[in-house]
């Protein structure tokens, strides 16, 4: 069973920023889009960034475009999530997820991903 690895959350101050990491096996790295979700206390999971396996059309949430960005480090087989200009309303378990294919479902956030991480928790105090 392939497993990612999130990494990077912590206890941050508002208007922080963090570097959130999933580590991805190789061989799902290469063939798979890779989809961020968050997870808000009281709130239904969300989608909040994706990119296709070649990197091509990363995409973030509207509410969080301006914040958020999502790149991959083909290396370190990693893609990575950066947060920042972080608040309270943010706090919250960010989770990734590799989809079945290279190329991101469409509508965004939608579809079947077939790998899972476990999370890593971030906490935004004002």
């Known amino acids: 069973q392939e497993q990612l690895m999130e990494s990077g959350g912590g206890s941050v101050q508002a208007g922080e920023s963090l570097e959130l990491a999933c580590r991805v096996p190789r061989d799902v790295y290469r063939n798979r889009c890779i989809t961020w979700f968050r997870q808000i206390p009281g709130k239904e999971r969300e989608g909040v960034a994706q990119?296709?396996?070649?990197?091509?059309?990363?995409t973030i949430a509207d509410s969080l475009k301006g914040r958020f960005t999502i790149s991959r480090n083909n290396a370190e087989s990693t893609v990575y999530l950066t947060v920042g200009a972080l608040n309270p309303d943010d706090t919250g378990t960010y989770t990734c997820?590799?989809?079945?294919?290279?190329?991101?479902?469409?509508?965004?956030?939608?579809?079947?991903?077939?790998?899972w991480g476990r999370g890593t928790q971030v906490t935004v105090s004002s």
């Open positions: 990119i296709y396996c070649t990197g091509e059309r990363p």
């Open positions: 997820a590799a989809a079945r294919s290279c190329d991101c479902p469409r509508p965004e956030f939608s579809g079947d991903n077939e790998y």
